[in-house]
């Protein structure tokens, strides 16, 4: 961990991003005594930032490790090694009840199954309050309600009063996302870890929340880690974009930037095999059968090589490291480092 | 097998099917005369959003309901027979020769205790193949046909791949060159970059073995690029359908103008959209009007009043009254009427 | 069902594919707004009423439970007065007859009901109530604890009930009403705690779970207010097989000996009949008496669990109400 000198003059220059990880890595043990004991490397030393009304877009397909990330985030999954900073500390060091407790309410999640996120027996106000409760103990029971009323507004779950006291059967599949927003925004996140919030819901709805989750961005001043498999919605809201392959980060930097100018073979795939009625069907996507490998016990090397039309000796041999091509965007690829052009797919 | 000469002519037509759910809050009409017709070779995608009863339909079709669900109306007409009518003898007699189904999840709809061989093998000899050289050339073949190497035969659906089995489960609907092959939703389980080689194969095969496709799903985007036609459905009834390229350059129905909308693009400026306010409404309720009327942004007095018919309008058909020929046709949706995201 | 109507068990079977899940649930005709605990009260009223094993179940535990609380109602004798003559047969005084000992047996009988629904409905609770704090938080914990509360679970489960139940009532002599709810509760609980850690597992990576626990909840929270309420049907299930094997194991217990041999009960009527050699002296009556109550009781609850087997599990419920439809919409279109 780098810290700066006290006296130094780049103290005051070095503002801690929001949220920072370094060489965040996580590995499952697979298999038991009767089988052979594997490690799966679900996430490979990862770093990334996220900053203050930030909307940042992890992107990749299953077994990338993006939601493996969040449960880290989260504080579900303990990291095998390296260190998550949220606002300079390391969050591996808060012991005391206080601490996590106050942890968790500055980066809740949402989770992806609108059907399984709220407990079906309570009104859906169980959750707004129960976090309320534990949050935020400095205000009276009246308050919070009043305090749920507000976020259950911010949502656009009006009238407010009435939704409160529906049960989670009562409203549609959009409608409880919301509320799963509303619950994390009850306990005045920084960090809002939003697991494919979208996924299973229908397309129509999908934009009432994509655009809801713009304006947390906006007026509620909360930074956002979108995790998606689709790049058009990461595009729609994110201001800069992650992807992920095997467990690792391919590319990274502005969104426009990545999505115009991508410089790692696997965004291109992504980027041509993305359905967009808009556009002529592009024909090289056929080529390749889209499946990620499930990364058990990996040998050195680019984890795409073996789908990468241009992968050249060095690929076969050493791990690209996450390396700057242009301003704010990097890419962990050894041609697009060389300098050389990267036309693999599209 | 050898490709097929083409053969002009409808394969498929279908007249005013309804059919009805039985539950205890109430009946609901999940497919509400639905009426189309498909041409030999022809790739019809039928597209809408949860509970506008695609799925219904199409296991309507393929003759796969089971209570509380029930045929209420209408026909089938399947290369020249009624199969609501068929006994179950003649339904298993047409079923996998001529016509077969592709579900969701191949996990659900494989058995995970047998090989993929095995599977292939109880399929053929279910339909009176018995010769075991016969059923291993033509599991080989199939298989090759979905470029899945044969040698996965011995494999269990567990040791494959997600996009795998999805072509194992295409390639079983192929066995025995059916006219037409019904799919529900076959690549919603996938990533991306699976999907669209799922897509491509099965345009691919289509184009090469001559059969008529019918594929559902909640995703417009996915098809555009492969259907001939499109057919929109809300609320149990046909809302718009067309040909694809029509429907994607000027749909016509305000939900399918709509739908079109909530999609945000990949390439292109970056707009602010508004999807379609509302939400799918409540079956069980009979609505006096057109059932999209409240979410619809263009509606006027008669919607709530009136069921608009389907309308034909330049080469589809649209329910909606704004198409019925009394009022002069608006202009065609498609025009960029939404602003730039500053 | 495709609806998502909270239930016992996690996932509802769906019978056709109808998608309307997005849709605003369908209001029940009588109004929205019934919480989760009145819905599930009725629900099982329907179930019970709809099925017709259950409903025979819940009429003989009606009857037993009133039999139980107001037996002088009923018997208008003193079932312990040792004061008729003995092994009369049936008669308009004597409905059952008197026993060998000189009792009225109807009396003995109807009055000996309150000891045993009171140990059947005791344990039930006692069971269940142990059984689902052990066996969801052992599923919910995991790791350490899951191994730890699993070992003394297995334990229990593995030592062969009767003869210990045996064992420990033969130390304490005569067992009364409390002592008999204890031992056969403390022998009994680890079946079900199995049970339901099985159920609890297969609820644990529920997303709503994994929210409370973001949210910073503490497990004892979790395990009691977020999962066990959604257990419900399967937690009376439980009830109801606890209570049925109490009646048993109970007057068996009592039969053999072990019981309280001053207390009005059917075990102890069964004792003392067999003591008599009752078959053999042609009294009969004074061990099918009590033997059919004790059937019957047993039977009130086993019918009665048909009927939540539905409620947790809707594939097994009878498609009764749209096949009789079906048939008359079958018969119209083939007249028309």
Partial sequence: MTTAQPGSADLELTTEPLLRTEGLTKHFQIGNTLTRRRTLHAVDDVCFTIGERQIVALAGESGSGKSTIARLLAKIYRPTSGEIFFEGKRISSLRSRHDRLRYSGLAPMVFQDPFASLNPVFRVSHGVLRGLKLHRPDLDSKQQYEEARRVFDVVGLTPSADVLDRYPHELSGGQRQRVGFAQALAMRPKLILADEPVSMLDVSIRIGLLNLMMTLRDSEDVSILFITHDLASARYIADRLIVMYAGQIAETGPIDEVMTNPKHPYTQLLLSAAPDPRAPLGVDAETDRGEPPKVINPTPGCRFRWRCPIAIDVCHSITPPLEPIADGHEAACHVAQSGAEVKAFG | ?342 | MAFRIPSGTTESATVAPLELAELPGLDHPSGRRQSPAIRALRRMGKAIRSNRKASWGAGLLALFCLLAAFPELIARDNPSAIIYKVSLGPSLHHLLGTTGLGQDMFAQVIWGTRPVLEIALGVGLASTAIAVLIGVAAAYLGGFWDAALNLLTDVLLVIPLFPLLVVIAGYLHSAGTAVMIAVITLTGWSYTARQLRAQALSLRKRDFLEAARVRGERPFYIIVVEIIPTMTSLLVASFLTNALYAVLFSTSLQFIGLGDPSQVSWGTMLRAAENNEAFQTGQSLWIIAPGLCIVGLGAAFALLNYAFDEVGNPALRPLRLSQKRAQRRKIAKQTT
């Fill in chain 2, 1 to 342: 097998m050898a490709d097929r000469a083409p053969t002009a002519g409808t394969i498929l037509d279908v007249r005013d099917l309804s059919v009805e759910y039985l539950l205890e809050g109430g009946i609901v009409l999940a497919v509400d005369n639905v009426s189309f017709s498909l041409e030999h070779r022809e790739f019809l995608a039928i597209v809408g959003e949860s509970g506008c009863g695609k799925s219904t339909l199409l296991f309507a079709i393929a003759h796969l309901l089971s209570p509380p669900a029930e045929i209420v109306g209408g026909s089938v007409t399947f290369k020249g027979r009624n199969l609501i009518r068929l006994t179950d003898e003649a339904l298993n007699a047409i079923r996998w020769k001529d016509l077969s189904v592709v579900m969701q999840s191949a996990m659900n709809a494989l058995n995970p205790v047998k090989s993929i061989g095995a599977q292939f093998k109880d399929a053929m000899r279910a339909h009176g193949v018995t010769s075991r050289q016969e059923i291993a050339s033509r599991s080989a073949e199939v298989l090759k046909m979905v470029g899945i190497d044969p040698v996965h035969l011995q494999s269990y659906p567990h040791q494959l791949s997600g996009g795998m089995r999805q072509r194992s489960m295409i390639a079983m609907a192929l066995l025995f060159t059916p006219e037409l092959v019904i799919m529900d939703e076959p690549t919603s389980a996938l990533d991306v970059v699976a999907q669209r080689s799922l897509m491509v194969q099965i345009k691919e095969l289509q184009e090469q073995f001559g059969f008529a496709v019918i594929f559902v799903t909640h995703d417009m985007s996915l098809v555009s690029h492969f259907s001939d036609r499109l057919m929109v459905m809300y609320a149990g009834q046909v809302a718009e359908v067309g040909s694809t390229r029509n429907l994607f350059d000027s749909p016509a129905h305000p939900y399918t103008a709509g739908l079109m909308e909530a999609f945000p693009s990949i390439r292109g400026p970056r707009q602010a959209l508004s999807g379609i306010p509302g939400s799918p409404p409540n079956l069980t309720r009979r609505a006096e009007g057109c059932w999209f009327a409240p979410r619809c942004q263009k509606v006027f007095e008669r919607c709530h009043a009136e069921r608009p018919d389907l309308y034909p309008v330049d080469g589809r058909q649209v329910r909606c009254f704004l198409f019925d020929g009394t009022s002069a046709p608006p202009r065609v949706a498609g025009e960029d009427e939404g602003g730039e995201l500053t």
